[in-house]
């Protein structure tokens, strides 16, 4: 065997590793959810069983039903998504095209926001929702999805702004037209996949999120992520239910993630391939 042959192999096996480091708990969650309780915990495990969907009939339409949980998770992660990229897209413009006193210190904040621990801010996060009565409400959850999706929002998005010659922009204003219509009609278009890609992983992060949740949220208002847990007790844990939650959790983010996948490469790729220096 010749030293590249062997080099390829190895890296196969290496690859193949990941994968399934990778694949086995998608796996794993896709076969339970199709098996009973019984065939769950049989010893040794059951690699061939009459598939059922039992527990996919339970979680959707028995007593603990997840419906009304789903669409908490689909209000919660739409509505975080629309007023993160309401307030990210200009926001980003502005650190990224306009000069003003602060600029500097004003992207380091954003950055800043990022570096912050979760687990150190949810309790002054809870006491000022507590105050307000806004604990277990959809407006509360996403405000404070909001804190850390915008930050991230806006830092994804200003390399792309900056990728954007001046002198479109100030082609534009010799035309006569004014900075909010350059910004609409010049500017967001070229951004467009840049756009795409922070609202898919905006979307993800507020569908995925869980410490925040199970603090924050209560009887009204419970997402998905949360709801997971209804089917964990002392005394037992119904593994097939568990599973088949967990398999119509991902769905929404597997379809997304398929939808959009052309527009996230690109949107990727341009910015890898621009890069751009802030000014």
């Known amino acids: ?68 949980n789903l669409l908490s998770s689909v209000i919660i992660s739409v509505g975080t998504t629309i007023v993160t990229m309401l307030m990210a897209v200009p926001a980003a413009y502005a650190l990224a095209r306009l000069r003003f006193r602060g600029k500097k210190f004003a992207g380091f904040y954003v950055l800043a926001t990022q570096m912050l621990p979760p687990v150190g801010i949810i309790i002054p996060y809870f006491l000022v929702l507590r105050n307000i009565g806004w604990i277990d409400t959809y407006q509360g959850i996403i405000l404070i999805y909001l804190s850390f999706s915008l930050p991230f929002a806006i830092w994804l998005l200003v390399s792309y702004f900056e990728d954007i010659p001046f002198e479109m922009e100030e082609a534009a204003y010799l035309d006569g037209a004014s900075r909010l219509k350059t910004l609409w009609r010049i500017i967001i278009p070229q951004v467009r996949g840049g756009i795409a890609v922070t609202v898919v992983f905006v979307f993800l992060n507020a569908w995925n999120e869980f410490l925040f949740a199970v603090v924050l949220s209560g009887n009204t208002v419970r997402p998905v992520t949360v709801a997971m847990f209804n089917f964990v007790s002392v005394e037992q844990t119904l593994w097939a239910k568990l599973a088949a939650v967990s398999v119509l959790a991902m769905l929404p983010v597997v379809v997304l993630g398929v939808v959009a996948q052309k527009h996230i490469v690109k949107g990727l790729t341009v910015g890898a391939v621009k890069g751009g220096g802030r000014r």
């Not at 339970?32 to 996919?56: I, M």
């Open 1 to 68: 065997m010749t030293a590249k042959r062997f080099r390829v192999i190895a890296l196969l096996a290496i690859s193949m590793v990941f994968l399934l480091a990778w694949a086995f708990p998608i796996i794993w969650s896709v076969l339970n959810s199709l098996k009973t309780d019984s065939d769950v915990l049989a010893y040794p495990p059951k690699l061939v069983f009459a598939p059922t969907l039992e527990a996919y009939r339970d979680v959707l339409f028995g007593s603990g039903s997840i419906l009304p």
